[in-house]
Nanobody
Framework: QVQLVESGGGLVEAGGSLRLSCVASGRTFRSYVMGWFRQAPGKEREFVAAISRSGGSTTSADSVKGRFTISRDNVKNTAYLQMNSLKPEDTAVYYC????????????????WGQGTQVTVSS
């Protein structure tokens, strides 16, 4: 069992930055692929970025490429999402999630989810 707790969300102006953190309980953090997803009101949950167990491989959605960076610290049991050049369309609840196996962009592949953190970008 893994518990995930996100933090770092908030209100920011367009063009600003935020860094989300996701702290995992337990001693098996390095066994999981970590992903970030987001869900805006009235929309389906969508993939944002994912990172391999070692941190050596990442992938991200086209909509955030060049602006968002996913990383992880397996000593601190923490995954991060650095978000720069934020846009109003980035407004959503952001979730971190853990998966076994290989990097995936599919929400159903992730077995553990955090409670989410709200990110609001004003224009």
């Amino acid at each position: 069992q893994v518990q995930l707790v996100e933090s770092g969300g908030g209100l920011v102006e367009a063009g600003g930055s935020l860094r989300l953190s996701c702290v995992a309980s337990g001693r098996t953090f390095r066994s999981y692929v970590m992903g970030w997803f987001r869900q805006a009101p009235g929309k389906e949950r969508e993939f944002v970025a994912a990172i391999s167990r070692s941190g050596g491989s990442t992938t991200s959605a086209d909509s955030v490429k060049g602006r968002f960076t996913i990383s992880r610290d397996n000593v601190k049991n923490t995954a991060y999402l650095q978000m720069n050049s934020l846009k109003p369309e980035d407004t959503a609840v952001y979730y971190c999630a853990a998966a076994v196996g290989v990097i995936s962009t599919v929400p159903n592949e992730y077995v553990y989810w955090g409670q989410g953190t709200q990110v609001t970008v004003s224009s």
